[in-house]
Every structure is written in structure tokens, then in C-alpha cells.
């Protein structure tokens, strides 16, 4: 077969030349459509389910959470391995399955089983959720929403967390590529009822009474209709409260004819839910911070780009004095790494052509050798194209380029070998004719 390949080689240069241009095509091309980043992922194929619990300790997260949530998980197909995290408030079930599994036919199992497991949780004191679809090299993008100076007085805390949770996450979801964007840091706003127990007991009312009357009074009602002429005037009935002041004016009960309110009974205000810990910058003081995460298996060079490109539009849309500031972006690492991964190909390459010149004593020869290496580098980016395996430190950082062209090295030196034997029998036949027709010219001179 090898012997078929090099007739074949020999007598068509001419396809020899056309496959070699279409390789050196394709595999240009492929390195342009490449994906570079700075480690591999080595991340199994896992989903997590995520339950928050806020009013239950560790041992009834356990208890009534993570246990019948595993029951439940137990025999969906193709899972390796399963473990789980119970917390004050919170379980965390990770569920790692083969790794030919696709992964939305993976979410589709999961969600299928938590259905009936949402029957066995506690109701109202649970959320189940499934985790994004990132791995542990998710996290791209880290950034601070901050104001500028000569406006730290005129945004608070709070404004610049809804800023992040109303404008920036609600304007970055939804890029292509992203697949979740979380802030932390500031408070987050919430409307407070403010209970007075005094004045409650003196109404005879409960808290029960207050959680019923501010779900019940919260809400659009919807009726029928009426005709008038050719026109159709539906009926509704606007109750979704817009201020402090339409809350504390819901009714609670009627004592005596005269309905009791909110107000009569709590104090309505502005808060903040609970929070476990801050965000700082420089010392300067407090911030706030988000950042997105890449949806598995996408390209970082083009989600990076237009995570870059959608923040640009959301910092037009800040109020003035806010700015959106990075201060971890891994377009930093990647670009070191793939300078350092050129440096290595580069200097490998020339130390390789210098050697191979060198011992093997012939230009044209060490040449011939050293050419195999960028084509062997092209088929190689052809190949990663094709299966999906992205350009990393990895990958490409530590090729070894005398394993590439030990091959051509050693067909070279035969094809020298050949030639030199060929040569030297060539000019020793050439030199035993000249001594032949010598002896045979002094033969004729004796005779004479």
C-alpha cells in the first residue's frame, strides 16, 4: 500500500500539489474559525438542582428536601454519580452523567422527575431550580457598578443594585452565548410591612390575617363585558398596588363597620433583604458587582466579544454619573496564553529548520524536512476544527516538533543514501571504462 502511495506521489506531482494547496486552505481556514482559550475544560456533564429553603435548618433541609429530591433523581438513566449539599436554607443535588449524554436531554430528565418530587417538599417553604448550563470555566466577565466621583452621594447602594438587577442583568440575558448573569454586593429593595403587635392584638387580628389581606388585595380582577353601539367595553378591576401608599391602604378587616388598614396595624417602608456579605473596590468603599457566565461548549472569543459589544449599549442606558467598570476579564489570560502558545510554535519551528540544516548538512534537504511541519500544523487545526477540541495551553503549548518530523527525517536521509551510492557507482563505473581502454590502448602499443 505505502509502496502504491509513493508511485502514485511520484508520477502525479501535480495532485500531490493540488491536495497539499486544499490542505494548506483548509487548514487556515480552520485555525480563523478556531477556538482559543486558556486551559481545556475538562468539566464533566452534570446538572445541579438548586432548592432554597430559607425557614428550614440544615437537618430539615436534609430531612425533607434533599432526600425525597435524590429518591426522586434515583433512576433516571445514564447517571454516574450523585451527590448533594445540605445547608441552613439551601441543598445543592449534582447529578454527573455519561458524558455521551446530551445535555438538554439531560435537563429534560431532571425536570421530568422533579415534578413529582415537588409533591413531597414542603409547600410554599421551597424553590426548586435547575443550575445553568456553564461549567467551572463559565465565569467570563466580572464587573462593578459604581458612581463616578462627585456622584457617591447622589446613588446609594440600593440604587446601584437595582441599576444591576433592572437594567444590566435584565439588557445582558439574552446575549448569545451568556447563559446567566447574578449580581451581588448593595441591598436588595423589598417593601416592608412593619407589624405593631400592640396594635394588632388590640384589633384581634394575626399575622395570618396581614399575609392573607396583602395577597388577596394585590391583584387585577377580571369580568365580562358591555355593548355599547358598535363598540365592546371590558370589565376589570385594578387592584396591583404601585406605591407604599396603595399598600398601606389595604383593608385587613371590618371591625364595627369601619374597615381596618394596613396602616392601622404596621408601618409600610422601604427595606432590604438580609444580606451575607458586600462587594469593595480599592477600599474605597462598597459596590456592586455582577457577572456573566458562558453557556457550555460555546466559543469565548466570540461570546467575550459580544458581551463587550452588549455592555457598550447598557452603559449608554446608565443614568449619568454610573459606570459599569471590569475587573476580571479572561480576554487578558486568554491572549497571554496564545501569545505564549506563537512564542512556543515559533521558536520551535526555527530551532527545529536550524538543527535539521545543520546535521543533516544539506539546505534543500533540511528544508524538504522542516515543511512537513506546518502542514502537519494545519491538518492538526483541521482535525480540531472537526472534532470540536478548542486551542489551549494544552493543546498547542508543548508540541513536540521532533516527533513530527522524525518520519521525514528519516525518509530524507534514505533518499540522500540512495542518492550518494547511486552517485559513487555511477563515477566508479565511469572510472573502471577509462582503465579498461587504457590497458587495451598500451596492449596495442606493445604489439606494434
Keep these: 500500500m505505502f509502496q502504491r502511495i509513493i508511485q502514485f506521489s511520484i508520477k502525479n506531482k501535480l495532485a500531490v500539489g493540488v491536495f497539499t494547496l486544499a490542505l494548506i486552505v483548509w487548514g487556515i481556514w480552520s485555525l480563523t474559525q478556531l477556538p482559543f482559550d486558556s486551559t481545556p475544560d475538562i468539566t464533566n456533564n452534570q446538572v445541579q438542582v438548586?432548592?432554597?429553603?430559607?425557614?428550614?435548618?440544615?437537618?430539615?433541609?436534609?430531612?425533607?428536601?434533599?432526600?425525597?429530591?435524590?429518591?426522586?433523581?434515583?433512576?433516571?438513566?445514564?447517571?454516574?454519580?450523585?451527590?448533594?449539599i445540605s445547608r441552613s436554607g439551601l441543598s445543592v443535588i449534582t447529578l454527573v452523567f455519561d458524558d455521551n449524554a446530551d445535555t438538554y436531554w439531560a435537563r429534560e430528565q431532571v425536570n421530568q422527575m422533579l415534578k413529582e418530587a415537588e409533591e413531597q417538599l414542603p409547600q410554599g417553604k421551597a424553590s426548586v431550580n435547575l443550575g445553568p448550563i456553564a461549567t467551572g470555566l463559565g465565569e467570563i466577565y466580572h464587573y462593578t457598578i459604581r458612581p463616578k466621583k462627585g456622584y457617591e452621594d447622589k446613588y446609594t447602594l440600593t440604587d446601584l443594585r437595582t441599576m444591576q438587577d433592572w437594567i444590566v442583568r435584565k439588557q445582558l440575558s439574552g446575549t448569545p452565548g451568556v447563559a446567566e448573569v447574578s449580581g451581588w454586593g448593595g441591598f436588595v429593595k423589598q417593601y416592608e410591612v412593619a407589624v405593631d403587635a400592640d396594635r394588632l392584638n388590640s384589633f384581634g387580628l394575626t399575622v395570618n390575617d396581614i399575609y392573607s389581606a396583602l395577597e388577596n388585595g394585590n391583584e387585577n380582577t377580571g369580568g365580562s363585558y358591555i355593548e355599547k353601539n358598535s363598540n365592546q367595553y371590558f370589565i376589570r378591576g385594578i387592584g396591583l398596588v404601585k406605591s407604599l401608599d396603595d399598600i398601606s391602604k389595604i383593608p385587613v378587616k371590618t371591625v364595627n363597620g369601619s374597615p381596618v388598614l394596613i396602616r392601622d396595624v404596621a408601618n409600610v417602608q422601604y427595606g432590604s433583604a438580609t444580606r451575607y456579605g458586600a462587594v469593595t473596590r480599592n477600599g474605597e468603599g462598597e459596590v456592586v458587582a455582577g457577572i456573566s457566565l458562558m453557556l457550555k461548549g460555546e466559543n469565548f472569543q466570540e461570546v467575550i466579544r459580544n458581551v463587550k459589544e452588549r455592555m457598550a449599549q447598557i452603559q449608554k442606558s446608565l443614568p449619568e454619573g454610573v459606570v459599569i467598570e471590569p475587573f476580571i476579564d479572561r480576554t487578558q489570560l486568554?491572549?497571554?496564553?496564545?501569545?505564549?502558545?506563537?512564542?512556543?510554535?515559533?521558536?520551535?519551528?526555527?530551532?527545529?529548520?536550524?538543527?535539521l540544516v545543520l546535521f543533516l548538512g544539506n539546505f534543500r534537504a533540511g528544508v524538504v524536512v522542516a515543511s512537513v511541519i506546518p502542514l502537519a500544523m494545519l491538518f492538526a487545526f483541521g482535525m480540531m476544527k472537526?472534532?470540536?477540541?478548542?486551542?489551549?495551553?494544552?493543546?498547542?503549548?508543548?508540541?513536540?516538533?521532533?516527533?513530527?518530523?522524525?518520519?521525514?527525517?528519516?525518509?530524507?536521509?534514505?533518499?540522500?543514501?540512495?542518492?550518494?551510492?547511486?552517485?559513487?557507482?555511477?563515477h566508479g563505473a565511469r572510472l573502471t571504462q577509462a582503465q579498461s581502454t587504457t590497458v587495451r590502448d598500451s596492449r596495442y602499443s606493445l604489439k606494434k
Design 50 to 84: 438548586i432548592t432554597q429553603a430559607p425557614s428550614l435548618g440544615a437537618q430539615e433541609v436534609e430531612q425533607f428536601i434533599t432526600t425525597p429530591v435524590e429518591m426522586a433523581l434515583a433512576n433516571i438513566p445514564k447517571v454516574k454519580e450523585r451527590r448533594s
Design 334 to 355: 486568554v491572549d497571554r496564553v496564545t501569545d505564549t502558545i506563537t512564542r512556543n510554535l515559533v521558536e520551535g519551528f526555527l530551532i527545529v529548520v536550524f538543527i
Design 386 to 426: 472537526l472534532f470540536g477540541v478548542s486551542g489551549n495551553l494544552m493543546s498547542l503549548g508543548a508540541i513536540d516538533f521532533g516527533l513530527i518530523v522524525d518520519g521525514a527525517v528519516i525518509i530524507v536521509e534514505a533518499v540522500c543514501h540512495h542518492i550518494a551510492i547511486s552517485t559513487t557507482k555511477y
